[in-house]
């Protein structure tokens, strides 16, 4: 156990999804793996291990905003030696050019939180995907004809209500596809501890439009965004094709 995990040592796969919503985590427990044990639920903040085409694979939530998903993820880190973690979460869109439920992949992650600027003593950092995450990530997009994916920067909020939204219109001129609240602080986590990290994020509605899904949408509906997460952190398929000449 950790502070905040009630898992057993070794409870924990070396591969975790990480949605924000705990009830989505249930969900992707209950949709997408085998066998799945629910090992922690410290301030019901729910996380499963299972197996999906066999391989191990946990889902931890880890709420909302980037100072929870720092405990979640450092414990991840620190205490049951996880190697990659892909968040699942929702995003709003920024530009005409992105649809809701399109995905988006984020590449990189700019952010107006202090935290990095606190492990750096005021200089900026620019936290990114692991590139071969997001390489798979990509590829397992491109395999699908059910959902159109982006791959490109999100900005990570510290907050949801956005009190300068003159700053979309700047943000986007300079590649900004999507607002979430984690990406930024889970890739300098996983920098600093020598992991792997990705967000891949449905877009739950648009900051332009106005258009938005439901809160049982975003828990419960988010299917090709964790097929994406699942086959870029443990491979495709095997279709026959890359079986090894004998
Ligand atoms: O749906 P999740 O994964 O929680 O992600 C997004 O949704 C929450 C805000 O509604 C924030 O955590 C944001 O990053
Ligand atoms: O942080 C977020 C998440 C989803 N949608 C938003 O507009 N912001």
Redesign the pocket.
């Known amino acids: 156990m950790s502070t905040h995990l009630g898992a057993a040592p070794g409870q924990i796969a070396p591969t975790v999804l990480l949605p924000g919503d705990p009830l989505r985590a249930r969900w992707i427990a209950e949709t997408f793996l085998d066998d799945a044990v629910l090992h922690s639920e410290v301030r019901g903040m729910l996380g499963f291990t299972g197996t999906w085409r066999g391989l191990p694979v946990s889902v931890q939530g880890s709420g ?1 905003g980037q100072p929870s998903m720092a405990i979640y993820v450092h414990e991840l880190f620190s205490a049951y030696d996880v190697q990659q973690v892909v968040r699942v ?5 920024l530009t005409e050019r992105v649809a809701v439920r399109d995905v988006v992949i984020a590449s990189g992650a700019c952010t107006d939180s202090s935290m990095n600027r606190l492990r750096f003593h005021g200089l900026d950092y620019a936290p990114v995907a692991d590139f071969g995450l997001l390489r798979a990530a990509y590829d397992a997009a491109q395999r699908r004809d059910d959902v159109t994916a982006h791959v490109g920067l999100v900005f ?2 510290d907050t ?1 209500y ?1 009190p300068r939204p003159e700053l979309t219109e700047p943000m986007v001129a300079h590649g900004v596809l ?4 984690e990406a930024s602080a889970l890739y300098t986590l996983a920098a600093a501890h020598g992991r792997r990290a990705l967000a891949v ?1 449905t ?3 648009h ?1 332009v439009t106005g258009e ?1 899904t439901t809160a049982e949408e ?1 828990e419960q509906t988010f299917s090709a965004m964790v097929e994406i997460a699942l086959e870029a952190a443990l491979g495709p398929a095997d279709d026959g094709l890359s079986a090894p000449v004998a």
Do not use: H, I, Q
Not at 89 to 93: E, K, Q
């Open positions: 909302m979460g929702s995003c709003g869109a990570s909020g949801f956005n999507a607002v979430e609240m994020c877009v739950s509605d900051v938005e975003r």
